[in-house]
Structures are given as structure tokens and as C-alpha cells.
């Protein structure tokens, strides 16, 4: 009994890591953002009218709905996804996209590094409203 109450009170501290994880983002550059996102823009453009690409167009991301640009044949799974993009979502998708959402057609092996990623989130949230 002792045992699987250690057990148990281990997991919850697990549970609350990952809740935390969005919350421990390193506070985004959108200026570095900007530049770090150059290599994004082989797949996607930016500007506010700004044609879709083999990825959509990503005006506007933040706080829009997955899957929901009209003019863009998304994969089911982010069609499915019934979720908003936010920090935290956004950071697990260019973390590794086949992780968090598998099925979808992103062939993009992810950004590892935590300041990278914060700087293109902030960029996106930020920089272009």
C-alpha cells in the first residue's frame, strides 16, 4: 500500500511538470523570432494576404482555430484537432509535429531548442497581428 502511494504521488508530480511546461516557456524575442523563422518560410508565408505555400499561410496563427483556414487542404488529424493555437500547443507542435499530432502532413523533423522555439512563438503571437 505504502508503495503505490509513492507511486502515485510521483505521477501526479509528472503530471504537473508537463502542466507546467507552457508556463516555463523562456519569455520569446519576436525580433529574433522573425529571423528564426526564416528557415519556416521555405513551407509557409506570412503577410497578411500572402499565398499558401506547401503549408498554409500562418497570418494570424495565434489564437485561430487548427486546421480551419479555408483555402488550405489540411490532414485530417489537424482538421480534427479541435483545438486553438496557443504558446503552449504551438511549442509542442515545433518541438516535434509527428508527436503531437500524428497523421499530420508536416515533414518537418521539429526545433529542439527551447529559446528558438519561445523566440518564433513570440514572433507569430506578436509579430504578425
Not at 12 to 35: S, T, W, Y
Not at 42 to 50: N, Q, R
Not at 63 to 72: E, M, T, Y
Request: charged share 20%.
Amino acid at each position: 500500500m505504502r508503495h503505490q502511494i509513492v507511486l502515485l504521488q510521483i505521477s501526479m508530480l509528472l503530471c504537473l511538470g508537463v502542466a507546467e511546461a507552457a508556463e516555463n516557456l523562456p519569455a520569446g524575442d519576436p525580433v529574433l523570432g522573425q529571423r528564426q523563422f526564416a528557415q519556416c518560410t521555405a513551407c509557409h508565408s506570412i503577410t497578411a494576404d500572402g499565398a499558401n505555400k506547401v503549408g498554409p499561410n500562418l497570418h494570424g496563427i495565434y489564437g485561430r482555430k487548427a486546421g480551419s483556414k479555408a483555402d488550405f487542404a489540411y490532414s485530417d488529424a489537424l482538421k480534427n484537432a479541435g483545438f486553438d493555437w496557443d504558446s503552449e500547443r504551438l511549442d509542442q507542435y515545433i518541438r516535434k509535429p509527428s508527436a503531437f499530432l500524428p497523421g499530420n502532413k508536416m515533414a518537418f523533423i521539429g526545433i529542439a531548442k527551447d529559446e528558438v522555439r519561445a523566440n518564433i512563438i513570440a514572433y507569430l503571437k506578436e509579430g504578425l497581428k
